[in-house]
């Protein structure tokens, strides 16, 4: 299934909810407050967040009240507004070409949301880029975490890093990139922990991994990315909000696109913390990493279909 029939399914409830909300409040008839009013449910409905909802209605109210309308121009102007605002998001990670180290690359984020599946296939893809990668699994708790990283080190093609049982996970790190530095290593990546952000104690354990990195190089890590399951909806803000506070967050990476109505989320975390999206999770392949395109994400929110 190619991309974009992949991603337009990830918003089917979403996008027949917006279609079928927008059919039944728009055929061809004059804008009235009434329909505005349904139009602003039915986008937080999709977790875009009540005040970007608000804003793009006001837009949409200036332009068109009381004029006639039918919905594929509904359509088209809210995947527009929706694009416009997500497009200064759009972003990649780039690897340096001449760095002299390992470029690390650290992923956190709440239990569950997707951190180990995500470095599976981002290995993956760098390895197809050939790069010389390696995985440090800093989830010293669970075996079966590290099993798990293991198993998609070897598919990717990776070299993998792993402490003994319950070692400090910034020792490990601290490790890790000392290893990767011996054997030439170009992309480190640092999987985490699942912490759920009132977990104190954890979350200042992920600011010590960060600490004990820098002991090797004050830039160390090079990106922190926060991984965030857009199915957890409104629970996201809080996510990013807590995340930052105890370490910088450099980026996102939206998961399970393919399993919620609630894509709309990805608008709302990105639009508050000023955030840039690296890529968006749309399944539990090695090949369901892509690229976050604002444009793409915007009509496949909307409903508008791709080609
Ligand atoms: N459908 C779908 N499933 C995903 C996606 N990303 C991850 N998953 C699934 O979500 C579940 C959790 O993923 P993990 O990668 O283990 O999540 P994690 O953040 O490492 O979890 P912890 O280490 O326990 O905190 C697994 O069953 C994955 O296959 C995605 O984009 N789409
Ligand atoms: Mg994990």
């Known amino acids: 299934m190619g991309f974009f029939n992949r991603i337009k399914q990830s918003f089917t409830k979403t996008s027949d909810k917006i279609s079928e909300g927008l059919n039944n409040i728009f055929i061809k008839k004059k804008l009235d407050g009434a329909s505005l009013e349904e139009l602003e449910e ?12 608000a804003q793009i209605i006001e837009e949409f109210s200036k332009k068109k009240f009381e004029k ?16 416009d605002i997500l497009k200064k998001y759009e972003a990649e990670l780039q690897i340096p070409k001449d760095l002299q180290r390992p470029y690390v690359i650290e992923f956190v984020g709440v239990n569950g949301s997707g951190k180990t599946t995500t470095i599976g296939k981002f290995a993956s ?7 010389k990668v390696m995985i440090a699994a ?6 079966a975490a590290e099993a798990q990283l293991e198993h998609w080190a070897g598919k990717a093609g990776a070299l993998f890093f792993k402490g003994v049982e319950k070692q400090d996970p910034a020792s490990v790190a601290y490790q890790a990139y000392e290893k990767a530095k011996a054997e030439n290593v170009n992309v480190l990546l640092i ?47 809080l996510q990013a909000e807590v995340f930052k506070e105890f370490t910088k ?57 791709h080609n």
């Open 42 to 53: 039915l986008l937080i409905a999709a977790d875009i967040g009540v005040k970007i909802s």
């Open 138 to 143: 800093c989830d010293t708790f669970r075996a």
């Open 249 to 305: 967050i450099d980026g996102l990476i939206i998961t399970k696109l393919d399993g919620t109505a609630k894509g709309g989320i990805a608008v709302a975390i990105a639009e508050k913390f000023n955030l840039p999206i690296f890529a968006v999770g749309v399944g539990e392949g090695v090949d369901d990493l892509k690229t976050f395109t604002a444009e793409n994400f915007a009509n496949s929110l909307i409903g508008i279909n």
């Open 125 to 131: 893809s760098l390895v197809a880029q050939n790069n």
């Open 68 to 83: 006639d309308v039918e919905v594929n121009e509904v359509k088209k102007f809210l995947a527009e507004k929706i694009t």
């Open 191 to 237: 999987d985490t922990a699942g912490r759920l952000q009132n977990k104190q104690g954890l979350m200042e354990e992920l600011a010590k991994i960060s600490r004990t990195l820098k002991k090797h190089d004050a830039e160390l890590p090079d990106k922190t990315i926060l991984i965030i399951d857009a199915i957890t909806g409104q629970n996201g803000l």
